[in-house]
């Protein structure tokens, strides 16, 4: 239900956009949210943000850099990602729920995205 797009492979410094599209959710009071995952390791929270760009929270290794930011008539939630370092190489994975302190922990997570890969070389 959820589609990301944008992921590439960037040079260390270089920035880049991910984009989050779920037409079935535009106009719907929903929460958005970004995760990362690297093999072997859990998904880890990057960013979210509560309906109509109430509020964000993002992760202490982006803070700073990324941005996030929602469309709710259209349904699209985006990541402006600046600043990328080799460490922010992973899948992205978009999330959605109707709240955002539910949106913001993997375990309550509603809707996922197929994930995106990112990939920052030095």
């Known amino acids: 239900q959820l589609q990301a797009s944008g992921g590439g492979s960037v040079q260390t410094g270089e920035s880049l956009t991910l984009t989050c599209e779920a037409s079935a959710l535009a106009s719907e009071r929903y929460a958005w949210a970004w995760f990362r995952q690297t093999q072997g390791r859990e998904r880890e929270f990057v960013a979210s943000?509560?309906?109509?760009?109430?509020?964000?929270n993002y992760g202490s290794s982006v803070k700073g850099r990324f941005t996030i930011r929602v469309d709710d008539d259209r349904g699209t939630a985006e990541l402006r990602m600046s600043g990328l370092k080799p460490d922010d190489t992973a899948i992205y994975y978009c999330?959605?729920?109707?709240?955002?302190?539910?949106?913001?922990?993997?375990?309550?997570?509603?809707?996922w995205g197929q994930g995106t890969q990112v990939t920052v070389s030095s």
């Open positions: 999330a959605a729920a109707k709240q955002a302190s539910l949106v913001a922990n993997r375990r309550t997570v509603e809707f």
């Open positions: 943000v509560a309906w109509h760009n109430g509020g964000s």
